[in-house]
Nanobody, 115 residues
Framework: VQLVESGGGLVQAGGSLRLSCAAS????????MGWYRQAPGKQRELVAD????????NYADSVKGRFTISKDNAKNTISLQMNSLKSEDTAVYYC?????????WGQGTQVTVSS
């Protein structure tokens, strides 16, 4: 599975961004897709994920009510709508796909929130 992220950039605090991730390859075998982020000097952390078939979602407490993950199975894409962005949301955001027990990662996209 190959993953390509897009949509990162620079935004002011309180603003919005939308990230997208397009999957290709063995997409019928995907079980879960999600977004992770890694800020400088910190560990990579889960932001949100979504079940590829059922659509159930899971969010980090820090983004609940502000971020929304969605999927389009027909286009093999997931998106992350990020609203009310804060400076602490600044990080490289990575798309992840699980194919059974194997994880695939995108190259990452930078999100910078200026205060």
């Amino acid at each position: 599975v190959q993953l390509v992220e897009s949509g990162g950039g620079l935004v002011q605090a309180g603003g919005s961004l939308r990230l997208s991730c397009a999957a290709s390859g063995s997409t019928p075998s995907i079980t879960v897709m999600g977004w992770y982020r890694q800020a400088p000097g910190k560990q990579r952390e889960l932001v949100a994920d979504i079940s590829w078939r059922g659509g159930s979602t899971n969010y980090a407490d820090s983004v609940k009510g502000r971020f929304t993950i969605s999927k389009d199975n027909a286009k093999n894409t997931i998106s992350l709508q990020m609203n009310s962005l804060k400076s602490e949301d600044t990080a490289v955001y990575y798309c992840k796909a699980m194919v059974y027990s194997r994880a695939y990662w995108g190259q990452g996209t930078q999100v910078t929130v200026s205060s």
